[in-house]
């Protein structure tokens, strides 16, 4: 992506968001100043990506704070109009995470949560940039010095962040070293995220792609074009299980069968201690006319009921390394986030 499109940002007046449900057709932004619009925008995927949500989330209390004063809320219709922010999307922990980092900052007023935002903002950007230099470390040090062929899932690029990207940020390092033969980017039904934005993203780059079905990813891992699989997480347990787009878990298990690294990259803030396995990640449950429908031109039965869970729960003995800006852990070999979180606590007394 090129460096003068910010994803998100503060105008000023407004958040400003890259209209993410118009791309690759049209590039628009949409400027934000007021809670009904913003959490419009979340639920709608306008602005998505955990980490993206997690800065959104973080201004968007400036949002609600900026229209409190303009129309003499209450403190009780204020810290209302937080929380819908706060629980506009309940898998992704960082939209509740950039809320409450900036939260307690409330009865100082807005430009103190906009000063704590904007830093917060700013963090994710220079965690991207690490992430993207120890995944791309972790992979050249065991695949060795050659151009790879990875595979993603979903869209983790500079759009579902503050900028530069987790997963589609290591393929940006790897490609700076000349370290990228392909990637095979999964379409990622229902909303079709790879073929829409990560197929975008690189072509911005300037990196090789195919866009392929969500059903093909398992046959292109075991007929052996793949070197390694890389995507985001909305959130990760405690003991390392993953939540990520629908679809997820059968590239992981299809990464395990052929052999070859399953990584996800995520800041430490999509890592949630307080949540001890995947099977507590609640799982959202999207509208059916998003399979039931197509353009709005019915594609099933009238009767027909629809199961579109929104994200999958990847099990932490599938994940070959969890990448975030603090380093690698590998969960499929015992080096969980809740320990990672204990050594650091023992590190720091």
Known sequence: MTPDIAPIAW????LRLIDQTL???????????DVDDLVDAIKRLVVRGAPALGVAGALGVVV???QADRESWDATTRDAAIARIREARPTAVNLAAGVDRVRPLVDEGADAVLAEALAFLDEDVRGNRAIGRHGAAWLTARTGDRPLRLLTHCNAGALATAGWGT?????R????RDRVETVYADETRPLLQGSRLTAWELEQMGVPYYVQPDGAAAGTILGGHVDAAIVGADRVAANGDTANKV????VALACAAAGIPFLVAAPWSTVDLATPDGARIPIEQRAPAEILANGGTPVAPPGARAHNPAFDVTPARLVTALITETGVLEPARGRTPAEEAAEKRERGR
Request: glycine letters at 10%; zero cysteines; a negative charge.
């Open 11 to 14: 105008t000023g007046d407004s």
């Open 23 to 33: 791309l690759p057709a049209r590039l628009e932004y949409r400027d934000v100043a």
């Open 64 to 66: 609600a704070l900026r």
């Open 167 to 171: 997963a589609l940020g290591v393929v």
């Open 173 to 176: 390092e790897l490609h700076a």
């Open 247 to 250: 679809g997820t878990l059968a």
